[in-house]
């Protein structure tokens, strides 16, 4: 039989947001510059999985009689498709799938919403995850006790916001025998090896329908917002390989956003997998569970955090991967963890000069404490910073959680995202989710303004790092997605919106959300109420 030709799609009377060069506009590498568009296009077409043409309505309708299917649009928005470059997908799926304690008042909200959830819900092991005691009166995180009581002695897994600590009840604790590990307190907060103990534990009893049903909810939400691709940071520490294994055989599967894996286990199961070796590498902890490693001590509390990795270890991780150009990305938050990252990286570009290690775009996940001192190390090493513009809307500011962890000083200069991009510094957007939840459009807003005045990104740079930069950051054979112009993929989003700003071309941040009608990957279609 004859192979049927691609189906060509023309939209006409929309806004498209070309790719268009900016200065600063980084997220695609030093010396990068994007292919030039009409400013002005308001209409495209695509055939099969390819963007083959932009221009204006008037040059559209010559084209009517060739299309497949025509879409007069009635002002609405297209561009690229996001990518959402750091999550953790059956964590993510099981809040929104379960128990999501974001946003508890207090303590007792929180054991309420708890035994709540245990009464209408029967699983093997309870999961819930969002808790955050620096937003409760009384700073204090729920008991093992209080957990035994809301639940009836049920098996219990709450993880804190920030996924680095947990409480468990006292059932799971004896299951998991976490109380033989580091970390382990008696009151059932646990951190470091029991709380990594903890978790494995809970992992092997999540039934499989569970585990799918949570895959499945993220992927349907994240076509919903124009979410066209998302990186999965798994590892030993925060998922398992068999979990990793499953969801990526389960997106080859299932229509539905790309899901790009990373583990951050051993290079062997990575290559096994199909994954990335790394992305989350642990090199320290979290600011919220005073384990990110720090120069100076926390100010609320005399100690420097937690440091996993020094500077050898990482060096030998980026030789082994300069073997096969393999990429890797290491978890650093506080400015020592970054520190002793770019002193590893640097000893390895002595070996392999500096050309050859920035060519394989190595990861920094969140890098919240970089500090001017960095910016020079970060740009020639060619790295990627990867990061959540949520953490701060969510914890910045002189009264957040970083300015009790740290001081308003020191929290005034996390996250600098100007400074970054300034320094032609690729930028990926992400949320870590279920830590801050999948918000593409409220990334860029959070971007855009950032509670430190200097900090802040222009719309233009923010879109970018929410679509292109996530693509850029998932190494090279991705490149050419993430821009609206001829000859790139059909990867992009439809948007109906209440008012764009004149200058941007984007939607006005003081207006509504925009609400996405298509979502669509390579010219498949994701999402769609266009129809």
């Known amino acids: 039989m004859p192979t049927p030709s691609p189906r060509t799609v023309l939209y ?72 959402d470059a750091h999550l953790h997908t059956t964590a993510t799926g099981l809040a929104l799938t379960g128990l999501d304690l974001t946003g508890s008042p207090t303590r007792t909200a929180a054991l309420d919403a708890l035994a709540a959830h245990a009464r209408s819900h029967r699983h093997t092991t309870v999961y ?25 002695g049920a098996p219990v897994y709450l993880a804190r916001v920030d996924g680095h600590t947990a409480v468990i009840s006292t059932t799971l604790a004896h299951a998991a025998d976490a109380a033989t590990h580091p970390g382990w307190h008696p009151d059932g907060l646990v951190t470091g090896a029991a709380h990594h103990q903890a978790r494995r534990h809970a992992d092997t009893t999540l039934p499989a329908h569970q585990r799918r049903a949570a895959w499945n909810a993220v992927r349907t939400r994240a076509a919903e917002l124009g979410i066209a691709a998302l990186h999965e940071m798994a590892g030993p520490h925060v ?46 902890g979290s600011l919220g569970s005073h384990t990110a490693a720090l120069h100076h001590p926390y100010t609320d509390t005399p100690h ?31 400015d020592a963890a970054i520190t002793t990252v770019l002193d590893g990286l640097n000893a390895a570009a002595a070996h392999l000069g500096r050309h050859r290690l920035a060519a394989a775009r190595h990861r920094l996940e969140h890098a919240e404490m970089i500090n001017e001192a960095h910016l020079a190390r970060i740009a020639a090493l060619g790295l990627v910073i990867s990061t959540q513009p949520a953490f701060d809307a969510r ?81 090279a054979e991705h490149d050419g997605h993430g821009t609206l112009a001829p000859g790139h993929p059909a990867t992009y989003a439809i948007w109906t919106h209440t008012g764009l700003h004149p200058t941007t071309g984007l939607p006005h941040p003081d207006t509504a959300q925009p609400l996405c009608r298509r979502t669509v990957l390579r010219g498949q279609i994701l999402h769609d109420t266009l129809t």
């Open 128 to 152: 819930g995850t969002g808790w955050d005691e620096t937003a409760w009166p009384d700073h204090t995180p729920p008991t093992a006790a209080e957990l035994d009581r809301a639940t009836g």
């Open 395 to 475: 914890w910045g500011g002189t009264t957040g959680m970083y300015a009790t962890r740290l001081g308003p000083d020191r929290a005034a200069t996390l996250n600098p995202y100007a400074a970054l991009a300034h320094a032609g510094i690729p930028l990926a957007f992400g949320s870590d989710a279920p830590v801050t939840p999948l918000d593409p459009w409220g990334a860029i807003h959070a971007a855009t303004a950032h509670h430190t005045h200097t900090a802040r990104l222009p719309a233009h740079t923010a879109l970018r790092a929410a679509t292109h930069g996530g693509w850029y950051a998932a190494h």
């Open 12 to 83: 006409q009377g929309g806004h498209l947001h070309t790719a268009t060069h900016h200065p600063h506009s980084t997220t695609g590498g030093p010396g990068h510059t994007t292919p030039t568009a009409d400013p002005a296009a308001t209409a495209m077409l695509t055939i099969g999985d390819t963007i083959t043409w932009l221009g204006t309505d008037d040059q559209a309708a010559t084209l009517t009689d060739t299309a497949d299917t025509v879409h007069t649009l009635h002002g609405e928005l297209i561009t690229p498709a996001f990518v």
């Open 239 to 284: 998922s398992s390989a068999d979990d990793l294994a499953g969801l990526l055989a389960h997106a080859q599967a299932t229509p539905g956003p790309l899901v790009l894996g990373y583990w951050a286990g051993d290079k062997p199961t990575a290559a096994a997998l199909g994954a990335h070796w790394g992305g989350d590498i642990f090199v320290d």
């Open 304 to 334: 420097h955090g937690t440091l996993h990795l020094d500077a050898d270890t990482i060096r030998d991780i980026a030789l082994t991967c300069a073997d096969t150009g393999a990429q890797t990305g290491f978890h650093a938050i506080g």
